[in-house]
Nanobody, 123 residues
Framework: QVQLVESGGGLVQAGGSLRLSCAAS????????MGWFRQAPGKEREFVGT????????NYADSVKGRFTISRDNAKNTVYLQMNSLKAEDTGTYYC????????????????WGQGTQVTVSS
């Protein structure tokens, strides 16, 4: 069993930055590919990016590529989402997720989900 707790959300002006954290409790954090997803009000959940088991490989949605960076610290059981040059369209609830496997395009399943943290970008 893995529990995921996100933090770091808040209100920021367009062009600003935020860093989200996702702390995992439980065993074998380094065995899970970690992902970030987001959901805006009235919209479907959207893929943001993923980190490989070691963090050496990351993958991003085109909408955030070059602005967002995912990193993980397996010693701290934590994955991070650094968000720079934020835009109003980045507003939403951000969720981290853990998957024993990999995410393929269009796959929104996960073994574990966090409760989400709200990010609001004012224009």
């Amino acid at each position: 069993q893995v529990q995921l707790v996100e933090s770091g959300g808040g209100l920021v002006q367009a062009g600003g930055s935020l860093r989200l954290s996702c702390a995992a409790s439980g065993r074998d954090f380094s065995s899970y590919v970690m992902g970030w997803f987001r959901q805006a009000p009235g919209k479907e959940r959207e893929f943001v990016g993923t980190s490989s088991l070691s963090g050496s490989s990351t993958n991003y949605a085109d909408s955030v590529k070059g602005r967002f960076t995912i990193s993980r610290d397996n010693a701290k059981n934590t994955v991070y989402l650094q968000m720079n040059s934020l835009k109003a369209e980045d507003t939403g609830t951000y969720y981290c997720a853990a998957k024993f496997g990999i995410w393929k395009r269009g796959d929104f399943t996960a073994d574990y989900w966090g409760q989400g943290t709200q990010v609001t970008v004012s224009s």
